[in-house]
Nanobody
């Protein structure tokens, strides 16, 4: 079973950048699809970005051109580079893993991290 731990969240002004990291432990990491979801206060958890074991990617329309997901299978790490942040990006960001790519549905997620808060001020 894969365990996930996010880091890198914080407070940033609109237009700024943050890089989230997700450290994975356990077997089969390199064969799993990975993804980032986010949940704003009072809203449902939503898909942000996903990456396959081989590096194929997919993004939510709201973050295309601003966010980049990547992974390092040798280090069991997944990253989310977030540029040109907007107040609407404020949320708790969760790392997720599953067997299916694109990993964009909550029902396909096999394990979640604990989340990291991202706050974008206007």
């Amino acid at each position: 079973q894969v365990q996930l731990a996010e880091s890198g969240g914080g407070l940033v002004q609109a237009g700024g950048s943050l890089r989230l990291q997700c450290a994975a432990s356990g077997r089969s990491f390199s064969r799993n699809a990975m993804a980032w979801f986010r949940q704003a206060p009072g809203k449902e958890r939503r898909f942000v970005a996903t990456i396959s074991w081989s590096g194929s990617t997919a993004y939510a329309d709201s973050v295309k051109g601003r966010f980049t997901i990547s992974r390092d299978n040798a280090k069991n790490m997944v990253y989310l580079q977030m540029n040109n942040l907007e107040p609407e990006d404020t949320a708790v960001y969760y790392c997720a893993t599953g067997a299916i790519f694109p990993l964009s549905f909550l029902s396909a997620v096999k394990a979640w991290g604990q989340g990291t808060q991202v706050t974008v001020s206007s």
